[in-house]
């Protein structure tokens, strides 16, 4: 069926790197892009980013300009979403979407601690 | 950047109430608009695209309204199983979204 089921939770300490995949199944990749959204615990969603997963055009969130890179892999039907310099304000769960929000995937909670 | 006010940040009703949400954003988006729910531990559900069409599958007590700025989020009859958080989400201005703070729905 057509669906987007992500990588799983994800502990990194402060100032290392978090990379999240997404795969997607039951359509066409490359006919649609993936958006990237976070929740941070008991607050509301935050735009990241999007990808075309037909010519990997990106555009970035302001906030998360330098720190964050979206790839695609079409020969797995698969997108990346790279987390960098990671902060204790970017605990949070990280979800991806296909365009503006029909399919989601079940979200990765990524966790910054020291 | 285009900002969108949600309204209330939470409410509580009884079962078979009528509610509404209330989304604002900055500037015209046309009826480029979702609204979703999100229950605790899972991820966003599409119910609203285009500010009023309802998405398959979607039960019919739920309906949106609006164009330009201003937009309604209704539940006709509130049902146990609508406990959750409401979001409205702009798209006007791809591939950029926006979220509105979200709603919380609690039963009286």
């Known amino acids: 069926q057509v669906q987007l089921v992500q990588s799983g939770a994800e502990v990194k300490k402060p100032g290392a790197s978090v990379k999240v995949s997404c795969k997607a199944s039951g359509y066409t990749f490359t006919s649609y892009g993936i958006s990237w959204v976070r929740q941070a615990p008991g607050q509301g969603l935050e735009w990241m980013g999007w990808i075309s997963a037909y010519n990997g055009n990106t555009n970035y969130a302001q906030k998360l300009q330098g720190r964050v890179t979206m790839t695609t892999d079409t020969s797995t039907s698969t997108a990346y979403m790279e987390l960098r310099s990671l902060r204790s304000d970017d605990t949070a769960v990280y979800y991806c979407?296909?365009?503006?929000?029909?399919?989601w995937g079940q979200g990765t909670m990524v966790t910054v601690s020291s | 950047d285009i900002q969108m006010t949600q309204s209330p940040s939470s409410l509580s009703a009884s079962v078979g109430d009528r509610v509404t949400i209330t989304c604002q954003a900055s500037?015209?988006?046309?009826?480029?608009l979702n609204w979703y729910q999100q229950k605790p531990g899972k991820a966003p559900k599409l119910l609203i695209y285009d500010a009023s069409n309802l998405e398959t599958g979607v039960p019919s007590r739920f309906s949106g309204s609006g164009s330009g700025t201003d937009f309604t989020f209704t539940i006709s009859s509130l049902q146990p199983e609508d406990i959750a958080t409401y979001y409205c989400?702009?798209?006007?201005?791809?591939?950029?979204?926006?979220f509105g703070g979200g709603t919380k729905v609690e039963i009286k």
């Open positions: 989400q702009q798209y006007d201005n791809l591939p950029a979204l926006t």
């Open positions: 500037q015209d988006i046309s009826n480029y």
């Open positions: 979407a296909r365009d503006v929000g029909v399919l």
